[in-house]
């Protein structure tokens, strides 16, 4: 098929590739010539595992392309709407200013018959705009959310989960809706993908309803954690134990600095003004519970870091294990890590943070704080470690090695991903988060 996806950001150049790759005729649009310009070179304008060999395939075979100019779409069978929906820079509310750009300006170059596909997370009842967008059109419209996550987003578009399907079934043209998807999506149905077909308003709210109830979960462990500390109990060991309850499985119990990124928080937010403007009382008010723990944990490992060197940080060099919001990517939009390390700096402390692919964007944007791509030379001469950032090589750090470069052995494993027991023994004073051990009991003497 012939598909167009407008908007090439973190979802819509992860699918434009996959669907290339799939055999389609794929051309991707998007306003930003710079970012157009890496993608049509092979090259993804940030960091995603597996991305630039789909990107490098669709060039060679000729399947993949990138421009500028939406009038190239005129001859495409499929159309993708990928472009973001940020949280409004004045209320909790998405903004839907780029989504409502990308569908006027393809409504002028669709062809009749044609279908529009919305891909981005949206507030229930956008169908209705998105619609009024497209008026005059003879085209077809489905909505189609994406369920990827940064860091493993291809394999999420080579082998997802599920498929979801949002149509006007009363519609008459809803059948050809239907067949078209099937044919996008073919080689991943003759592998047994399940397809779920719903009402519009269903597949506008599964994206946003997936994320809370993952939200939730994270919160609720990290809420746990707390009182673990404040019981002498251990969290990791009490969420091994009930994820062996089938009921509520092991994975996203994790208690730690907790969650971050351009989706989730957003999302939740998003959901939660959804909630208020239906007047469904109780989401509201459990979102707003499960956002406030979520950042209530910076402000915590802030102040956990803060007593470790005796009250506060001034003056202390403190290295930060981290940028992004989460391993495996360079995206560091509302990173829990640079919240912790913005939070420190203004309580006095020298701050060095350090992260293996984040490190240029987090320059960019936090110019007060300092940067280094070495690890080894971010730690040197710190009286304070934080890991905040779980990344692999962060988690198999040698607490000996470690030990020759710093001032002072002292760890706040933010992310309870560290072997305690064995940096101990290596002389290593560390902090988790819900491990039963109250700071007081193992800050060092100043």
């Known amino acids: 098929m012939k598909i167009s996806v407008i908007g090439c950001g973190y979802l819509g150049a992860v699918h434009a590739a996959t669907l290339a ?44 392309a990138f421009t ?209 403007e239906l007047d469904v009382a109780s989401v509201d008010t459990w979102m707003g519970l499960v956002d406030s723990i979520n950042v209530g944990q910076r402000a915590r490992v802030a102040e956990i870091a803060a007593e470790l060197c005796g009250g506060t940080v001034a003056g202390r060099r403190v290295a930060v294990l981290g940028a992004a919001f989460k391993p495996d990517t360079d995206d560091i939009r509302d990173s829990p890590a640079l919240d912790v390390a913005l939070r420190l700096a203004s309580a006095g402390a020298h701050v060095v943070v350090t992260d293996p692919k984040a490190i240029n964007n987090a320059w960019l944007r936090y110019p007060q704080l300092q940067f280094e791509a070495a690890l080894r030379n971010a730690c040197e001469g710190a009286d304070l470690v934080l890991l905040l950032t779980e990344w692999a090589e962060y988690r198999t750090l040698n607490p000996h090695e470690l030990a020759e470069i710093v001032a002072g052995r002292v760890m706040v494993d933010a992310r309870n991903v560290l072997d305690r027991d064995v940096w101990r023994e290596a002389g290593w004073t560390v902090h988790g988060l819900g491990t039963g051990t109250q700071v007081s009991e193992t800050a060092p003497a100043r």
Not at 26 to 52: I, M, N, Q, S
Request: proline content about 4%; hydrophobic content about 45%.
């Open 68 to 276: 500028t100019e939406m009038d190239l779409v005129a001859g495409c069978d499929v159309h993708f709407l990928c472009v973001g929906t940020p949280q409004s820079k004045t209320s909790e509310v998405a903004d839907l200013t780029y989504l409502e750009a990308a569908t006027r300006s393809l409504a002028a170059h669709a062809r009749a018959g044609s279908v529009v596909v919305g891909k981005s997370t949206v507030p229930v009842g956008t169908v209705r705009h998105v619609r009024s967008w497209l008026a005059g059109t003879d085209v077809q419209l489905a909505w189609n959310p994406e369920f990827l996550r940064q860091g493993t987003a291809v394999k999420d578009s080579l082998v997802p989960d599920r498929l979801v399907y949002g149509v006007d079934e009363a519609d008459a043209a809803a059948p050809a809706v239907l067949r078209a998807l099937d044919e996008v999506y073919a080689p991943l149905l003759h592998a047994g993908v399940p397809r779920l077909v719903c009402s519009f308003a269903t597949a506008e709210l599964i994206k946003s309803a997936a994320n809370a109830y993952l939200a939730t979960k994270l919160s609720y462990i990290n809420a746990m954690a707390e009182l673990c500390d404040a019981a002498g109990a251990d969290v990791t060991q009490l969420a091994a134990a009930m994820g062996l309850d089938p009921r509520i499985g092991q994975r996203y119990l994790a208690a730690g600095l907790g969650f971050g990124g351009g989706c989730l928080p957003k999302d939740i937010r998003s959901f939660r003004a959804q909630a208020r």
């Open 21 to 64: 790759s799939m055999g389609h005729e794929v051309v991707g649009v998007d306003t930003d010539a710079e970012k157009v310009g890496h993608l049509a070179r092979g090259f993804a304008p940030f960091f995603e595992p597996g991305l630039e060999e789909l990107l490098e395939d669709g060039r060679g075979t000729g399947r993949l």
